[in-house]
């Protein structure tokens, strides 16, 4: 088995595993609370807690009910289902470090396309109203923080007595096992993949369902949705299919090539991504501001381009290093780092840098319209309150620590070569400043 790879420090790791531990599950609940019962207002929480101290806090942490597991285990069920058995083309994902190639079937957009077209039909034909998903939504958060949790020790004891492939390993600490994960590509079976379903299924999906659900209840509530309502979820809506569109391009990233399936990223995906990633158009279903026609188009213009440039930032990477460089970067031949690297079997390979189009702005210049796109969809809250921010405040500092991460792995797998990358391509995020 081979030697599990530090991402960060020990020290690192215990205190983000602590801090994530003691601050995410009360951050969700507390989120949810101050959205749907204290009008979006942060002061107003503050000033209830203030109040009412610790237990005034634990008489708001809803406790997981029989609807809510019956919710999440349908829901998981239902796209586990999905996954299994909707065809699709099978698809190689990039070497790994200890040289496997794994294989995945890219049945993504019709996933995304069942699940969306069944669950506006049950509230349709009137067999299920999403509404009630809206109504329950604290106790499903709270079942969330509680079941991932078992979730990743499941993950932990897996990675020890049954990994899927040589792609996994201990690095003798148990805290910093369980936080980075033991395994790279666990599968239950051979075939089905826990971090596809974790990560791509289970929270992006959410994701596309979640904005789908409080439109449906501003709906219910008002007879009608409003036009701030509408941008919001038309832009996650375009993002998430974007992403379901692209989905065989994300098992190439870090999440999937490079992170191993452990608390950090399968808890993320699981509670974070429904909780906090859709919490602006949570606000909006209490909140329906009307923006009027021109104001909305312009928007909803603004984030479909933002959209579209993060888009087709991942294209252009994943264009060249398809077609091995011989291909068009904005009309003309790329330039490019031919880098090479030794695998953890001791094999030298090579991949090759993009040093030019958006890769040659700056090296993750894909996070600015990540980031921007957050901004648009938000920003039809308006700004009577701080906390539809949040998601674009937390992604922002996501990121850069992110492209630091990034940053720092290739400079260990490429040396000289991310070295002269970086003399080429100065900046980190935002051309001409960071
Ligand atoms: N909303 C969110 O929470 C969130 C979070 C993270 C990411 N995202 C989005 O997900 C997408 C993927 O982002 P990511 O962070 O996973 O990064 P990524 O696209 O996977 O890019 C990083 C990897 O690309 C390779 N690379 C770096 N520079 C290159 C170059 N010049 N030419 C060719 N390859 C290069 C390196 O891998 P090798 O080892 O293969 O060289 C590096 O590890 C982006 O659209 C991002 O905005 C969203």
Redesign the pocket.
Known sequence: MGESKMVHSPLVTYASMLSLLTFCPPIVILLWYTMVHADGSISQTLSYLRQHGLQGFLNIWPMPTAIAWKIIVCYAAFEAALQLFLPGKRVEG?ISPAGNRPIYKANGVAAYSVTLITYLSLWWFGIFNPSVVYDHLGEIFSALIFGSFVFCIFLYIKGHVAPSSTDSGSCGNLIIDFYWGMELYPRIGKNFDIKVFTNCRFGMMSWGVLPLTYCIKQYEENGRVADSMLVNTILMLVYVTKFFWWEDG?W????I??DRAGFYICWGCLVWVPSV?TSPGMYLVNHPVNLGVQLAIYILVAGILCIYI?YD??RQ?QE??RTNGKCLVWGKAPSKIQASYTTATGETKT?????SGW?GLS??F??VP?ILAAFFWTVPALFNHFLPYFYVVF?TI??FD?AKR?DD??RS?YGKYWKL?CEKVPYRIVPGIY
């Open positions: 990039p994300y190439n990233t870090m999440d090539a490079h990633y993060n930032c991942d990477r060249f290093r991949s090759l840098l993009l040093t890769w090296r993750h894909h996070y990540e992604l996501l990121l992110r990034d792995r290739c797998k990358y």
